[in-house]
């Protein structure tokens, strides 16, 4: 079942893999005004690119996804309920008046969008819990607002739970790739989503940061689907052994 918040897609099984993404799109529902220029809402501040078309393709039996299906700049789901960037009045350098809100319009905003969301992402762990977790993310090769160039082409970020991480690294780097370990930044500042769905649970989870630039159309997006569904299949062999 869909909502203005998420998506599901595919069928979530017990044991199999659940991708979740929650910079997925950027839908901008019609009430809400950011006062943004358009062609913003088609980058990385908006959106994490790619990384739905990523997910699509890795949906098969075993494999399903949970999307988010609200920009970022709306309310960025990867946060923790009270912390700073959930409405972000600046985004790498660009400015949101929209997300200037009083306290009423700040709580209407996170009861409209990010308590369904962990909600409903809570109840299909607890229905059907998997034997791993993708967290998906994409990440820009330069931010808007830095000099400093980012040369992975993945990243995997972990806070206290590493178990997948130590698997997927070596199995990532095989493939030829510059892997980022805690890289383009470290999942011990920013794993909102992770922490709380899977470290707190005790769930094993694998999150991935996948440059943008490889994800960006269609072939590069069916790459990494293939690949991540390959190498989650294989962590999730070895975390269940």
Partial sequence: MDSEVFRVLGEPRFGGILVVADHASNRVPEDINLHISPELLNQHIAIDIGVAGVAERMIRPGIAAYLANVSRLVCDLNR??????????????HVVPGNVLCTQ????????FFEPYHRRLAELLDAVPPALI????????????SDRPRPWQVGILYNQDDRAARIAIPLLEAEGLIVGDQEPYSGKLLNATMNRHAEAEGRPYLSVEVRQDLIADAAGQAVWAERLARICNRIALEMGE
């Fill in 134 to 145: 993708l967290s998906l993310h994409s990440f820009t090769p330069r931010l808007f607002t």
């Fill in 105 to 112: 319009g700040r709580s209407s905003r996170i009861i409209r």
């Fill in 80 to 93: 923790d309920r009270d912390g700073s960037g959930l409405l972000p009045e600046i985004s790498d350098g």
